[in-house]
Each structure stands twice: as structure tokens, then as C-alpha cells.
């Protein structure tokens, strides 16, 4: 028999305060320690945009380090309460499905959540750690998907035509895992998390993984929400996309390689919550990949930095021989 329990090492409550005027919000992230800054980013800008609410924040981490989770501990405000979930090694996933370089943790993740977190709550709220919530996050708990697995929002187009020819499933209805609303009851009846789990390793190849697992299993039970609740953006060097963003975005998701706490990134955005935040005095990685640095060089050319501009040149000729090697 399934047993979700089966992944966890430990569970351990960093965080509880909970004020009983309020309604509760139960969040979950996953991520290892190479995220675990930009997920504290993304649970800061939930908490400073959602007055008036109980947020739980339940992490499920992957070999998190003590400062980074000390740092967690000092998101500590009367509202906040947050849970970690500590993952061991039991996960085992088919290497060939494995197309994008997803770590295999990371891949099952969001498989998990939902069956152990049941007993908590009828409701749980999703979020991927590369996203920032610029509005608050309630209103997206008011949806009625008593009768749905899960609410989610659409992908880009172009993600649905590419999937299109991929998947026997309707493409139109075709979702972007970064943010979901699921029913937890619904999930467990219909057991995705042990099938999530069995197809994902049915010798298949799934070129999104997880999502595409998820859009599989979940076809013709999803409620679609409006896309202000996860906006995808791809950002460049300046981030000029963040200033085209509708009014009304509730949830911002940087997807791509391109994220906002690389520091060649000039979020705006981004920033905005970082210097509020417990990282705010850790440094931050220069890049993701070797052509952002070169981005950054033709950028500080055109503010006419010409010896910075130079220098990271010369950085980004040292990535590419290393990146060859």
C-alpha cells in the first residue's frame, strides 16, 4: 500500500503562531539548497502581501543547510508558521525522463505534497520557489474545485503547441505546474501520488517531467483559473518585461533559465523583496549560465561601463573554458 510518509526522514516544526481571528492558508514549496534563498524570497512576498491570514508554509527541502534554515526561522511574524519536511533517499526515478537535467528529487516533489499534507487541510496552495506574489494570495482559495483534482492556470501557447504532438490530451487545457490549488481529498481519491509516481517511471519519456505527468493524470479534472494567478515572464539582462506586467498579476513566475536572483538579473522586482529579506546580506550567484554574463557585458557597454563591462567579458570567456572542459 502507498505510503507517502515512505519519502520523509523527519518533520520538523520551525515556526508555529497562529492567530484565531484569521483564516489559514496552507502553502507548500520544494526545493534543495541551491533554491532555498529564492523560495524565502517568494514566501517573503506572499507574507508581506497577504494581510489578515494564517499563511503555513509547508517545506518540503532536500539537504538544506543550517544557515539557510536559520534564515527561514527569521520569516518569524504573529501569522506565519512554518513545517519542514525533510526528504530522504527513497525517491527512484527513471533517468530517461529526466530530459531538462530535472534533479530527481525535485521531480517528485509535487507528487508527494498533497497525500501528506490530507490531514491538514482540504486545500493546499502549490507555489515553485521561482515565482514572487505581488498581490494577496486569498483570493485564490475562494475558488470552488469541490468537484476538481486541482485548480490551475494554463501554460504559454506555445508550450501547448509543442505539447500538442506529444501527448494524446487536449492541449488547450494543458497547465504550467508552478502554481496549483489542490483539492487534497480529490487527489488521494483518485491516488496521483502513486500513479504520478508509477508513470513517471513506465520507461517514458516526459520532456516536462513532473507537469507532464500531472497533465496526463489530471486531464478532464482540473478547474481553469485566470492566468493572473501565475503570469509567466521571461526576463532579459535589464528585466524591462517586469514593466509590461498587467495590474491585476497576482503571482509573477520567472520561468526559463533566466532568473531574478542571478545578479547579472536588474529586477526590479525581485530586489524589492530581497533587501527586506533574512538573505539580504548573502551573495548572490553571478549567473545561471555563461551567456548571461556576455549579456551582461553588451548591457554595461550600453550604460557606457566600459571597465565593468570588460571585466565581465573576461568572466564570461572564463565560464565558457570551464563550462568545456
Known amino acids: 500500500m502507498f505510503n507517502a510518509n515512505h519519502f520523509i526522514s523527519k518533520i520538523n516544526p520551525l515556526i508555529y503562531n497562529n492567530n484565531p481571528q484569521y483564516p489559514t492558508l496552507h502553502i507548500a514549496l520544494g526545493f534543495d539548497d541551491n533554491y532555498a534563498m529564492p523560495a524565502g524570497i517568494a514566501m517573503l512576498s506572499v507574507i508581506k502581501n497577504t494581510p489578515d491570514y494564517n499563511l503555513h508554509f509547508h517545506l518540503f527541502v532536500d539537504n538544506v543547510s543550517e544557515p539557510n534554515i536559520d534564515k527561514f526561522r527569521n520569516l518569524n511574524t504573529p501569522n506565519i508558521s512554518i513545517t519542514l519536511y525533510c526528504l530522504n533517499n527513497n525517491f527512484v526515478i527513471n533517468p530517461k525522463t529526466l530530459v531538462l537535467h530535472i534533479a530527481t528529487v525535485s521531480t517528485c516533489i509535487r507528487f508527494i505534497m498533497p497525500e501528506l499534507l490530507a490531514p491538514i487541510t482540504d486545500k493546499l496552495i502549490y507555489l515553485d520557489s521561482d515565482i514572487i506574489c505581488l498581490q494577496s494570495l486569498a483570493s485564490l482559495v475562494k475558488y470552488n474545485i469541490d468537484e476538481y483534482i486541482a485548480g490551475v492556470i494554463p501554460d504559454t501557447k506555445d508550450m501547448q503547441l509543442a505539447i500538442s504532438k506529444m501527448y494524446n490530451i487536449d492541449h488547450n487545457r494543458y497547465f504550467n505546474a508552478g502554481v496549483l490549488l489542490i483539492n487534497t481529498k480529490q ?56 514593466k509590461n506586467i498587467r495590474p491585476y498579476t497576482i503571482v509573477l513566475h520567472y520561468i526559463s533559465q533566466n532568473k531574478p536572483w542571478y545578479a547579472v538579473y536588474q529586477s526590479d522586482i525581485f530586489n524589492h523583496y530581497f533587501r527586506q529579506s533574512p538573505w539580504q546580506n548573502d551573495r548572490r550567484p553571478l549567473s545561471g549560465n555563461s551567456s548571461s ?12 561601463n566600459y571597465s565593468k563591462a570588460i571585466y565581465y567579458y573576461f568572466v564570461y570567456l572564463k565560464y565558457k573554458l570551464i563550462l568545456k572542459k
Open 187 to 242: 487527489w488521494c481519491k483518485a491516488q496521483i501520488s502513486q500513479r504520478a509516481l508509477e508513470l513517471i517511471n513506465n520507461g517514458n519519456i516526459y520532456k516536462f517531467a513532473d507537469q507532464d505527468v500531472l497533465n496526463i493524470l489530471l486531464e478532464n479534472k482540473t478547474y481553469l483559473l485566470p492566468i493572473k494567478f501565475n503570469t509567466k515572464i521571461k526576463v532579459s539582462i535589464d528585466c524591462r518585461e517586469e
Open 293 to 304: 554574463i556576455r549579456n551582461y557585458s553588451k548591457y554595461l557597454i550600453k550604460q557606457k
